[in-house]
């Protein structure tokens, strides 16, 4: 057999920045010690203007990718009701969501990477 010397390369991703107003949700910053990239909630499913600024400088500061999360218009539901949404207006939607996620990460002088879909809306 003829095994490569080289390493492999994982990327490990985590959904973060999920918390909204005072209430937090998951332990983001031990998390951003072990990934590679983050899945940014933009505000629809969860997380909020102030909660995506400061995952994406910490993001920044320690070079993790940036990806935004984006989902269902659900708080309550956490993103997981589906909904019955004209294909056109959810397409606004997720486009609404990555410029959110990007204009805040340009303000930082950053940039977003990548895209996943949140609960009912990824599957």
């Known amino acids: 057999m003829n095994w490569r010397s080289d390493t492999m390369r994982i990327d490990l991703n985590a959904d973060l920045g999920e918390g909204f107003g005072p209430w937090t949700m998951g332990e983001d910053e031990a998390l951003m010690q072990l990934i590679s990239s983050a899945n940014v909630a933009c505000g629809f499913h969860a997380g909020d ?57 340009a303000a930082a002088g950053y940039r977003v990477t990548h895209m996943s879909f949140h609960g009912a809306l990824g599957n």
């Open 49 to 105: 203007p102030l909660i995506m600024n400061n995952t994406v400088h910490r993001a920044k500061a320690l070079g993790i990718d940036l990806g935004a999360h984006v989902g269902f218009p659900n708080l309550q539901g956490f993103g997981r009701r589906r909904m019955n949404i004209e294909l056109n207006e959810l397409c606004s939607m997720v486009v609404y969501q990555l410029g959110a996620l990007a204009g805040i990460a």
